[in-house]
């Protein structure tokens, strides 16, 4: 079955950078979408990024600029790099393979999640 595993995460400061990583297994990773996911305490999960197979890319307005999603088809991974971290990116971040209709993402397997924090 598909198996997605976050790492990354961590305690930084407000300004700093992380890369997080989503490694996959039990499917042809390059023939997916994926996407990446963040719930901050007592708010919805929400997308911040995706990427398609073919490699094109879209992001939430509340994180362009900053956050850039990439994917290494020979690794099996998808990345998130995301830079001028804010105390607002606090979040556990998920990655999961999305099914694109139209102008909707929809989720479909997820990873566990890794946890970010910034501090102010």
């Known amino acids: 079955q598909v198996q997605l595993v976050e790492s990354g995460g961590g305690l930084v400061q407000t300004g700093g950078s992380l890369r997080l990583s989503c490694a996959a297994s039990g499917m042809i990773f390059s023939l997916h979408a994926m996407g990446w996911y963040r719930q901050a305490p007592g708010k919805q999960r929400e997308l911040v990024a995706s990427i398609t197979s073919g490699g094109s890319t879209n992001y939430a307005d509340s994180v362009k600029g900053r956050f850039t999603i990439s994917r290494d088809n020979a690794k099996k991974t998808v990345y998130l790099h995301i830079d001028s971290l804010k105390p607002t990116d606090t979040a556990v971040y998920y990655c999961?393979?999305?099914?694109?209709?139209?102008?909707?993402?929809?989720?479909?397997?997820w990873g566990q999640g890794t946890q970010v924090t910034v501090s102010s």
């Open positions: 999961a393979t999305v099914v694109l209709i139209g102008s909707d993402t929809r989720p479909n397997s």
